[in-house]
C-alpha cells in the first residue's frame, strides 16, 4: 500500500486513476482547484455525462464500499506553499501530476488560453519538484505527459519509448554514439509544455536524484472504468466540444445525435489510442515500478493501438450508420502521416491492452444515447484554429457512409 | 534604421546594447521593471559600479548627444496586456528579450528562486511570443540564451551552433539521418528555463513562421562599452557578488580588494567567454541578420574565446600578484571538462573578436581599483548550493600565486 497524491485527480484521468488506486488498496489524496468544471463554464459546454460534485463523488465511493479518499481544493500552480505544505505533512510515497490544461484546442483558442497553458502547466508542474527537492523528501513523481511530443511528422522510425540512440558523424571522421531525449516536436501550446515539462523532469533527476516516470499517453477514449461503473455519482466526463472532446468520443457521441462524424482535413491522421480502462491499469502499473534514484527519467508510450482517423469515422458510420463529413481542418498539421509507436515498457510490466473490438465501442455508444438530449449541438464543432491559415471545423458537405 | 523593443534594457547586457544601438542610428524604446536592482536590495549587494537611475542614465545619454531613448517601466511576466500594448503602439521591426534572471547560483538559491526563474522567464519569453502571434505582425525576435543549454559533459565533439545533424539505425539496419536541436543538457533551474525557451521558440517558429533569433552567449566579462564611456552616469553595473558576479569579473575585482580569487572545486571548468563590447556588436549583427520568414530558428553561439577556469586564475594571479584560493564547489557540475564550440556564425557575419589579452583586463582592474571601497566583502563567497551534496565556495585555504 502507498500514500499517493493526485493532482488534478477531479478530470477525466484523474478522477478514475484515483479510484482505481484506491480499489487497489492504496490511501489516496485528491488535490484539484476544479478548473476543468470553470472551463466548461467558460466555454459554455458540459459533459455529456452529468459528474457529480466532488463531495457526492467520494460519498459514492465510500457508499459502496470503497476506501475513503481525502480531497483538498487547491490551485498547484498558484499556490506553491499550500502544495508544499500538503506534500510535507501527507508524506506521500508518490505524487500523480494530472494538474495541468490538456487541450490542444483550447490551449490554441486565443492568446489568454495560450498564456493560460503555459503558465499553468509549467508552474503546477515545476512547484511539485520544487517542492520536493526542498524537503529532501523521495517521493516518485508519475506525470502524464502525451505522444504529441514525438511529434507527428514521421520518417518510417519507430518511435521509440523517451529516447533515441544517436550516431553523430564529426568533420574530421570520428563517430560519437549518444543516447539522447527524443528530439521533441510539439503542434500545440499544450504539447509544447509537455515538451518543456521533460527538460525540467531531466533536470531534477540529475540535479536532485529525483525518482520520476513521464507517459506519454496516446489519445483516451472512452467514459467508464470498473470502479466508475459502481455508482451513478461516480460516472466519469465525458467531453465531445470542438475543444476537450477527443476524436474517436466525439464521432460515437456524434453517432448517437445525428450528426455527421467531423473529419478534420482529409482525415489521413494517423495517432495512438488507448482505452480510459487501460490508462488507469498503466497508471497503476507505474506507481508500482518507480526507477531507483539517480535513474534518468523513466519514459513510457501508454498506448495500445494507432489508427487513422477516417479509418476511425468509417468504423463508427458502419456501427451506427452515420454519416461522415470532411470538413476544415483548424489545426497546423500534416494531413496524412504514419505511426508506428514502440509500448515495450507496459507490456513488459503486464499489460493487457483492449482493442476497439472488445465491445467497448458499444458500451460509449449506449453512453452517448442515454444521455444524448443532454448534447449542446452547437458545441460540436471546433472553432479553435492553429493560425489564419485555418479554418473552423464546420460541416459544409456530407458524405454518406459506405 | 529599425525601431528596436529592449526588453531587459537596464540589465547589464541589456544597457550597453541598448545605447549601442541607438549610437548605431536604431529607434530604442527599452522596457524594464528594475527587478534585477530590487533583486540587489534582496540580497543586500550592489553594482561595484555606481549606477545612475534609468532617468539620468537617459538624460546622460542624450547630453552626450545620444538620440533620446524611450522608457517603460513594465514587467513582462506579469503585465502581458501592456507587453501587448506597446508593441501594438510602438510598431517594432525588432524585439530584443533580455528580460530573464540571468544568475545560475540566483536560480538554485532556494526554492522561492527556483520558482521565481521559471515563473519570471517562461512567462516573459512566452508573453512576447503570444503577443507577436496574436497581432500577428512580422516582428523579429533576437532573445539571449546561453551556452549553458548544451551542458559541459562534452565528449569531444565539437558543440555546433543550435542544431546537430545525427543518424538513427533501425533494427532492421535501416538509417534515418535528422538535423535536431541539440540535445539540452542544463546545469542549473536558470539554464533549463533557456532550454524550455528554445522548444516555445521552435514552436511559435513553425506554427506561426514567426523569425527567430536566440543567441547562446558564453560568460561575459568586463564592464565598459565605447558608448557606456562617454558619460559617468552612462557606466555599466559591475557585479562582483556570489550570485550575479561572473567568474572573471570576480576574479579582477577580488584582486583589486585584495581577496584571494575563489576557485571552485579544481578549477578544471572549461568555459567560454565573451566580453561586453563583442556582446554589444554580436546583437547589432544579430538585429541586422534576421532570418527569413518560414526558417528554422536562428541559433548563434555568442562567444569568442574557451579557457579552463584555473587557467584564468593564475593570468589574474600573475597580472596582480592576488594569491588564489581553491574552495568547495557549490556547484553540481563535472570538475573538469573540455570545450569546443563553433562560432562561425558570427564571425561569418564579421565579427572581429576581443580576446584577453587586449588591455582589456587592465580596464576591468583599473575599473575594480577604482570602486573598490564601495566593495562589500561579505558578498563574495556563492553561498547558493545546488544540492545538499554541495558546500559554499568559503575561503579555507589559500595557495600563493605560482
Not at 19 to 30: E, K, N, Y
Request: with cysteine; charged share 20%; glycine share 8%.
Amino acid at each position: 500500500m502507498k500514500k499517493i497524491l493526485v493532482l488534478g485527480g477531479d478530470g477525466f484521468c484523474g478522477w478514475p486513476t484515483s479510484l482505481h488506486l484506491s480499489a487497489l488498496g492504496h490511501d489516496v489524496h485528491i488535490v484539484d482547484n476544479l478548473s476543468r468544471r470553470a472551463i466548461d463554464e467558460e466555454l459554455g459546454a458540459d459533459s455529456l455525462t452529468p459528474i457529480a460534485s466532488m463531495e457526492d463523488r467520494l460519498a459514492a465511493w465510500e457508499e459502496t464500499g470503497g476506501t475513503p479518499i481525502a480531497f483538498t481544493n487547491l490551485d498547484c500552480a498558484a499556490d506553491y506553499y499550500g502544495l508544499r505544505d500538503l506534500i510535507a505533512t501527507y508524506e506521500p510515497d508518490t505524487i500523480i501530476q494530472f494538474a495541468e490544461q490538456r487541450a490542444a484546442p483550447y490551449s490554441m483558442r486565443n492568446e489568454e488560453c495560450k498564456i493560460y497553458t503555459v503558465n499553468n502547466n509549467i508552474s503546477a508542474t515545476h512547484n511539485v519538484l520544487a517542492a520536493i527537492a526542498d524537503l529532501r523528501a523521495d517521493i516518485h513523481v508519475v506525470h502524464l505527459g502525451t505522444m504529441g511530443v514525438y511529434g507527428y511528422d514521421g520518417d518510417g522510425l519507430q518511435i521509440p519509448e523517451g529516447y533515441l540512440d544517436v550516431q553523430v558523424s564529426a568533420d574530421d571522421g570520428s563517430k560519437f554514439d549518444r543516447s539522447i531525449l527524443y528530439p521533441t516536436n510539439p503542434g500545440s501550446v499544450y504539447h509544447m509544455t509537455k515538451s518543456m515539462d521533460q527538460l525540467m523532469f531531466q533536470f531534477y533527476a540529475k540535479n536532485d536524484g529525483m525518482r520520476i516516470t513521464d507517459l506519454h499517453q496516446g489519445i483516451v477514449w472512452g467514459t467508464q472504468t470498473e470502479e466508475t461503473r459502481r455508482h451513478e455519482n461516480l460516472i466519469n466526463r465525458f467531453d465531445y466540444d470542438g475543444d476537450y472532446g477527443t476524436v474517436l468520443n466525439r464521432f460515437l457521441m456524434q453517432a448517437a445525435v445525428n450528426h455527421p462524424l467531423t473529419v478534420h482535413g482529409t482525415g489521413g491522421q494517423t495517432r495512438a489510442f488507448i482505452h480510459i480502462q487501460d490508462t488507469v491499469q498503466c497508471l497503476a502499473l507505474a506507481v508500482a515500478n518507480p526507477p531507483e534514484r539517480g535513474d534518468r527519467v523513466k519514459i513510457l508510450n501508454q498506448m495500445t493501438e494507432t489508427h487513422r482517423v477516417r479509418d476511425l469515422a468509417y468504423l463508427v458510420a458502419d456501427a451506427t450508420g452515420a454519416d461522415v463529413a470532411m470538413v476544415d481542418n483548424p489545426r497546423n498539421e500534416a494531413a496524412e502521416n504514419d505511426l508506428w509507436v514502440s509500448n515495450k515498457g507496459f507490456i513488459d510490466l503486464g499489460l493487457k491492452p483492449m482493442t476497439l473490438q472488445d465491445g467497448l465501442l458499444t458500451e460509449t455508444i449506449e453512453i452517448s444515447q442515454k444521455y444524448a438530449d443532454r448534447c449542446l449541438m452547437n458545441m460540436i464543432p471546433c472553432v479553435s484554429t492553429w493560425t489564419d491559415g485555418q479554418k473552423p471545423g464546420v460541416v459544409q458537405d456530407v458524405i454518406a457512409a459506405e
